[in-house]
């Protein structure tokens, strides 16, 4: 009987041809379901895939007893238990770098638009109002872009940055190689001083918080533009609010807030949403169809080589092993394990016994958990895999051939 996939929230079509190529069957729910129709429809399913909103408890792990693998077709993992799947040997996958491109853009479409007092002028045209003058207009050409993280989406504004002719700075915490003409700078000081539009692209972290507070702000050019794409918790929102009043800043983009509205039917409510010279946008950063696109190719094909090879490189929650492709004649020994002292000695023991050749073995643990892939040569007996499972310490074993 083949294995199933099931997909909720209307995963992006393209993840359908991976999968199916690794020889599963599919079903789909267009929506994200509660426990009680989410738990029966994974009773049977050997790998799941979820966007931001199927909640992944340990309640719902222990209504999937087939379940292998499962991927998130978004960036975050929050919504998943990713200890309870770790101490499962379930390997947790996510799309980290689909929406990067999207995010850059939206960034760099702000900065035109901020730089053109863009919001101002719409709003009063809205109105009836003709707005027609260059007061306080700018290109970005020969303007300096101030980017804090210089991660996936910092480098790739970068690039983006530096082809319409604007000079980029960059200030991150570790050391990264510039993109182009774009230079580091020593410190965030450096970088609020000397920028035109200043824009943040670091994690939400306990040392990210509110990084962008009055004080920070108090540093950037009078005039200068800010932009937070990246998440609501990294700026102080009120401190934001009176460098506005006060003229400090010029404008503002913000896509990411405090506090945000849990769905479409809550009101949003922002005391940024006073200024004219702000754009507001409903944490749509990474939200494109190409993104939708790019994360669904992605991670259906990590699913899927998972599958097909034990491969968890990628893996968010177990060891990453990236094992290859398996040669013809072998089959291959996929063993997650709790991580502690003589789980290695009792498998060799098992696979001795059951007169296989080792032809390759790779072993990562990290935390709990251990994942072991061993090639094997030879014909294995059948009770061979119910004898590994039954070691002590084993979590989850199959094999693959
Ligand atoms: P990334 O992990 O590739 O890059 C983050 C960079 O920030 C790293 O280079 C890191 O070294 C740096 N960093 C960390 N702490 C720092 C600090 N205190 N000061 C300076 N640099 C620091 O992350 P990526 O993919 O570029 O994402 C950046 C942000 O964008 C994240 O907050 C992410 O959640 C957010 N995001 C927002 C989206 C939206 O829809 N608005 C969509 C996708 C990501």
């Known amino acids: 009987m083949s294995r199933q996939a099931v997909l909720f929230e209307s995963v992006h079509a393209v993840a359908d041809a991976a999968l199916l190529a690794a020889g599963l069957t599919l079903s789909r729910h267009a929506g994200a379901l509660a426990p009680a129709e989410l738990h029966p429809a994974l009773a049977d399913a050997a790998v799941a895939g979820i966007r931001s909103r199927t909640k992944m408890t340990e309640a719902a792990l222990d209504a999937a007893p087939n379940l292998l693998t499962l991927g998130c077709f978004c960036i975050g993992t929050n919504q998943v238990d990713l200890g309870a799947a770790a101490r499962r040997g379930i390997p947790v996958f996510n799309g980290p770098f689909g929406n990067t491109r999207s995010v850059a853009e939206l960034t760099l479409a702000s900065t035109i638009m901020l730089m053109r007092g863009v919001p101002r002028r719409s709003l009063a045209a809205l109105r009836g109002e003709w707005q027609k003058s260059a007061d306080g207009s700018h290109e970005v050409r020969g303007k300096k872009l101030g980017i804090i993280g210089y991660g996936n989406i910092g480098s790739q504004l970068s690039v983006l940055a530096s082809a319409l002719g604007m000079h980029v ?107 004219e010279n702000v754009i507001l946008t409903p944490h749509v950063g990474g939200s494109t169809l190409e993104a939708q696109a790019a994360i669904g190719e992605d991670v259906a094909r990590k699913l899927a080589r998972f599958i097909q090879q034990g491969t968890t490189k990628g893996a968010v929650n177990v060891p990453n092993i990236d094992p290859g492709p398996l040669a013809p ?39 709990d958990i251990g994942f072991v892939a061993a090639d094997l040569e030879g014909d294995l007996p059948a009770a061979f895999i119910d004898h590994v499972r039954a070691l002590d310490g084993s979590v989850r074993a199959r094999l693959v051939s």
């Open 169 to 275: 700075y960059f200030y991150d915490v570790e050391p990264k190689l510039a993109h182009g003409n774009a230079r580091s700078v020593a410190s965030l000081d450096e970088l609020l001083e000397k920028s035109d539009v200043v824009t943040i692209h670091v994690p939400s972290l306990p040392s990210t918080a509110n990084m962008i507070d009055a004080a920070a702000i108090s540093k950037m050019k009078p005039g200068a533009i800010f932009i937070n794409q990246a998440r609501g918790d990294l700026v102080d929102i009120e401190a934001l609010c009176a460098a506005l009043e006060s003229g400090h800043l010029a404008g503002a983009a913000v896509d990411v807030f405090p506090v945000e509205p849990a769905s479409k039917s809550e009101a949003f409510v922002s005391p940024l949403q006073q200024f």
């Open 329 to 367: 004649g072998r089959t291959r020994l996929l063993s997650f394990h709790g991580n502690a002292p003589g789980y290695l000695t009792r498998l060799n023991d098992a696979i001795s016994a059951s007169g296989a050749n080792v032809a390759a073995q790779h072993l990562e643990t990290s935390g």
